[in-house]
């Protein structure tokens, strides 16, 4: 469904001859990834661990968005955690760190669509290391501009995620990735207009 919609978008650029290019689409591997990753259970190793550290305090030292205070205490922990962390330090590490890049939303929206749902899910190219992949939206998005930068190919729609094309202007939290993102990404992924809702037919019930 999320190629299809990188073939929509493109597709419907008005006053533009570009083409989707199934050439460069072909030339990588692909997958499905979190758009924001809450957990970083799949990480057991120490160098794992470390360049997840690494990518998170980067992020996190530039956050402008926290307290302060609550900021320098968890980059002091990362500082700290040095070479000799193991598995549990980790992950309570990971879990405080995780948190701090992710709103908290009591909103109607915020139970609509999951972490786990398809608006958490883009394009993105497979043999990125581990630690990535396990990344919070804001390390995602500062490599995202990084590979856009360097020319890289980024599928049209996974670039527009990451640039917040989906949500409202008056709603946008650049760093972040909430409810109201989802939302708002699932409702493009389903219109009709600038979607693939015009390829999805109706669930008829069984009798």
Request: net charge negative.
């Amino acid at each position: 469904m999320l190629l299809l919609m990188n073939v929509e978008t493109v597709r419907r650029m008005k006053d533009s001859s570009e083409r989707y290019s199934f050439r460069a689409y072909r030339q990588q591997a692909w997958s499905l990834e979190h758009i924001h990753a809450q957990h970083a259970e799949g990480l057991t190793r120490l160098d794992q661990w470390r360049e997840w550290l690494r990518l998170h305090r980067q992020a996190l030292a530039d956050l402008p968005a926290i307290d302060a205070a609550q900021r320098e205490a968890l980059l002091h922990r990362i500082d700290d955690a040095g070479d000799n962390i193991d598995r549990p330090a980790f992950q309570r590490l990971a879990r405080d760190v995780s948190v701090a890049f992710t709103l908290v939303d009591a909103s109607a929206q915020a139970g609509s669509h999951s972490v786990h749902s398809l608006a958490n899910l883009a394009l993105l190219a497979s043999g990125h290391d581990s630690a990535l992949s396990n990344a919070v939206f804001e390390v995602k998005r500062q490599r995202i501009l990084e590979l856009d930068r360097q020319g890289a190919y980024i599928p049209v729609c996974t670039r527009q995620v990451f640039l917040k094309y989906y949500t409202d202007a008056d709603a946008q939290q650049v760093h972040f990735w909430s409810a109201q993102d989802r939302e708002a990404y699932m409702n493009a992924i389903l219109s009709p207009e600038g979607g693939v809702g015009a390829y999805l037919q109706t669930e008829v019930p069984l009798s």
